[in-house]
């Protein structure tokens, strides 16, 4: 099956299979969240991006080999409802932007700076810290080192970019300013095209396809 990364609250997961990571995307409700579980293939240790809600969703996507850590994109609330259980059943360190953590009422063992790494098994994760959606929002990047056809780098946004723009800053110019600023710099400014995107919710894309789309974001103000 080719990886598509669409899927539905209630609908079996989606698995992108990389040479040395497998990539397994579940939407759980109620607002329609995106969880990552990242599994190394050489250690089958694992990770989780997101205890958005749905703790038993997330533990049956676990598995029986448990998790070493979650991280958590940022601070909202819809992006922590399972976190307490999900850490209670796994036992899993739990890492989060430092500008967040005072927003994320499960505690967070590891606060995550700029170009910080997270690495688990043989995987390393670089954070981007991209502020304007929250304070301490991060993107996590893994640059697969296989080279083309298949190693491009894959990133996890959060709520920071999504097919058709940056995340919502409220009609607030300033967060909307920094955030496009960072998304730019930090994300569009350092990967490639062929860069997999995989947003806090819905659907997945390329930033070779919103790459054309930033000056029309920028005008548009949102």
Avoid at 45 to 60: F, V
């Amino acid at each position: 099956m080719t990886y598509s990364g669409a899927v539905k609250v209630g609908g079996p997961a989606d698995v992108h299979e990389l040479q040395d990571l497998m990539i397994s995307k579940v939407a759980v409700g109620p607002m329609d969240n995106n969880a990552y579980l990242l599994r190394c293939r050489a250690t089958d240790q694992q990770l989780l991006i997101d205890a958005a809600n749905e703790p038993e969703t997330l533990r049956h996507l676990i598995g029986e080999d448990g998790i070493g850590a979650v991280v958590t994109t940022h601070r909202h609330g819809d992006h922590w409802q399972a976190l307490q259980e999900v850490v209670e059943a796994t036992g899993a360190r739990t890492y989060a932007g430092r500008e967040d953590v005072e927003g994320i009422p499960v505690a967070t063992d590891v606060a995550v700076a700029d170009g910080d790494t997270i690495e688990f098994g043989r995987i390393t994760l670089t954070a981007r810290h991209l502020v304007g959606h929250t304070p301490g929002s991060i993107a996590l990047v893994y640059d697969d080192p296989h080279g083309h056809p298949h190693g491009h780098p894959h990133v996890f946004t959060g709520d920071c970019l999504f097919p058709g723009g940056v995340g919502n800053t409220w009609k607030d110019p300033e967060a909307f300013a920094s955030l496009i600023d960072d998304v730019e710099t930090k994300i569009f400014g350092t990967l490639p095209d062929e860069t997999w995107v995989y947003p806090g919710h819905g659907g997945d894309t390329t930033l070779g396809a919103e790459r054309p789309h930033l000056q029309e974001w920028r005008e548009r103000g949102w």
